[in-house]
């Protein structure tokens, strides 16, 4: 059995500067960090890929407010929306990954599997909105929407204009997950788990309901990577090695370190809430449920990151008395 690594993409990663943010520049990206993963597919480890799809999302809810304001389409869901994500983004990748594995010769197919993932009707995230979503708009623009949607929540976002926020409930269970692990025994490198995947509640009958969220996409992929059972979660960002004092004269990039320094580097608040803080701590989640190492790196570095020439890495207790024998 090859040793099963999950690694997940950031959905900034695959918009590219400059205003190059179109389909046909997001395929670009995806190509990109495609030849990454299958560099570690050559290397003989069995791959799950997450991504995230922030900016995507936006896009796709701006469409539908234009074309709802123009011409009287139907709005789209948010929930919806995050799967219509999960399914473009989902088969740039696949195809990407195909067409690599077919200039390598590497015999490897790939799927996307839409994912749903639970999370809990109670969780206090419901009462406290606070993730941003979608475009900027004036305040009288949100006044006029909030006619049409009584229940949306909207904020002024650093003198920007007025956003909407949703709730960010933390994942509790990934419903396809039996589907993900059959696809992998089978050899597929699978794609799931797609921006934190679909939110869904059960209601009082046992069946799932879409709720209108989003899952921040590295909790999902950190319990996806727990009920797999892979060995290794790796957690893609804009730097090669995690920092502490990040930006400061003593700045200092980290090589391996153990769950009780990282723990201490959280309670000395070295990791920003906006982005270091919640790779850090779903690090920490998959690491304390049975996994045996993180890794933070960025996409470039993914080849040398797993040959442990690259990277941050978070290791369980088991591993760091293997590293100190």
Not at 163 to 180: L, Q, T, W
Not at 220 to 240: D, N, P
Not at 247 to 253: E, I, V
Not at 267 to 292: T, V, Y
């Amino acid at each position: 059995m090859e040793k099963l690594v999950i690694v997940a993409i950031g959905g900034n990663s695959l918009v590219r500067e400059n205003g190059r943010d179109s389909v046909n520049d997001q395929y670009e990206a995806v190509c990109e960090t495609a030849v990454h993963i299958a560099d570690m597919v050559e290397e003989g480890y069995s791959v799950v890929v997450t991504h995230g799809n922030g900016p995507q999302v936006g896009f796709g809810l701006r469409r539908s407010e234009i074309a709802n304001e123009l011409v009287g389409m139907p709005s789209m869901p948010l929930v919806n929306c995050v799967a219509d994500t999960q399914g473009g983004i989902g088969y740039q990748i696949q195809q990407a990954l195909t067409n690599e594995f077919s200039k390598r010769g590497i015999n490897k197919k790939v799927a996307t599997v839409i994912t749903q993932v639970e999370v809990s009707k109670d969780d206090p995230n419901f009462l406290n909105p606070t993730k941003p979503v979608g475009s900027f708009f004036t305040l009288n623009q949100a006044e006029e929407m909030k006619k049409e949607h009584p229940d949306w929540i909207f904020i002024e976002d650093s003198g920007r204009g007025y956003r909407r926020v949703v709730p960010s409930p933390k994942p509790i269970d990934i419903v396809e997950k039996d589907a993900i692990k059959s696809l992998i025994e089978s050899g597929f490198v699978v794609i799931a788990v797609g921006g934190g995947g679909v939110p869904v509640v059960k209601t009082p009958d046992d069946s799932y309901m879409g709720v209108d969220a989003v899952i921040d996409k590295d909790f999902a992929t950190s319990l996806l990577a727990e009920q797999i059972s892979a060995e290794t979660l790796i957690i893609t960002t804009g730097v090669s090695r995690v920092c502490i004092n990040f930006g400061k004269p003593n700045q200092k990039a980290l090589d391996k370190i153990s769950v009780n320094e990282t723990k201490q580097y959280v309670l000395e608040d070295h990791f920003a809430k906006g982005s270091m803080l919640p790779k850090i701590e779903a690090s920490l989640n998959f690491l304390e449920n049975n996994g045996k190492r993180v890794i933070i790196t960025d996409p470039e570095s993914l080849k040398d990151a797993i040959n442990e020439q690259a990277g941050t890495h978070i290791l369980a207790h088991s591993e760091c008395l293997k590293v100190a024998l």
